[in-house]
T-cell receptor, first 113, second 115 residues
């Protein structure tokens, strides 16, 4: 069984500030981990994914995430928030055994001017 | 660059009515999925397909049916609509199994309200 927990359903930052969205997972097998972003009234699109290569993963739009096995975490960061980053972000996990992708409940990011 | 296309984008149904959400993809992906998204609940898998002629249940299949007669199309049928089916529905596809690290590509969503 696997699960993912996103800490904080809403995160608010100022433009130019650090963005930190938290994701913790549980998996009985080595995981694949994903971050997806959903802009208003649109579908989800992939930001980045961890597939057992480098633990620091760089994605689109300046986002990156670090896989930390000891902490079972895959937090998403961006050094400087932009107004266009306002969206909902989903963390997802699957096991290498081929189990289904499990999504977290999402974190709504607000960027204040 | 069509990707995954789903229709309609918005629909209001009366309780007990039936309808089909259409989904087509032009990326020649074998895997296709239907998810529903409810506020604060993330995405739940309704049905998925690993290729033409093969479908399987996800987490929340009750009240829905699917078919996969071609690689491109994966329609979702709602029989006897209920208020609990008010949701946003996303069709998606991937070149391989999403759980093996393959990227899943999503359509733009269909907003369904059952009254």
């Amino acid at each position: 069984a696997q699960s993912v927990t996103q800490l904080g359903s809403h995160v608010s930052v100022s433009e130019g500030a650090l963005v930190l969205l938290r994701c913790n997972y549980s998996s009985s097998v080595p995981p694949y981990l994903f971050w997806y972003v959903q802009y208003p009234n649109q579908g989800l699109q992939l930001l980045l994914k961890y597939t057992s290569a480098a633990t620091l993963v760089k994605g689109i739009n300046g986002f990156e995430a670090e896989f930390k096995k000891s902490e079972t975490s895959f937090h998403l960061t961006k050094p400087s928030a932009h107004m266009s980053d306002a969206a909902e972000y989903f963390c997802a996990v699957s096991g290498t055994s081929g189990s289904r992708l499990t999504f977290g409940e999402g974190t709504q990011l607000t960027v204040n001017p | 660059n069509a990707g995954v296309t789903q229709t309609p984008k918005f629909r209001i149904l009366k309780i007990g009515q039936s309808m089909t959400l259409q989904c087509t993809q032009d990326m020649n992906h074998n895997y296709m999925y239907w998810y529903r998204q409810d506020p604060g609940m993330g995405l739940k898998l309704i049905y998925y397909s690993v290729g033409a002629g093969i479908t399987d249940k996800g987490e929340v299949p009750n009240g829905y049916n699917v078919s996969r007669s071609t690689t491109e199309d994966f329609p979702l049928r709602l029989e006897l609509a209920a208020p609990s089916q008010t949701s946003v529905y996303f069709c998606a596809s991937s070149p391989g199994q999403g759980s093996f690290g393959n990227t899943i590509y999503f359509g733009e969503g269909s907003w369904l309200t059952v009254v």
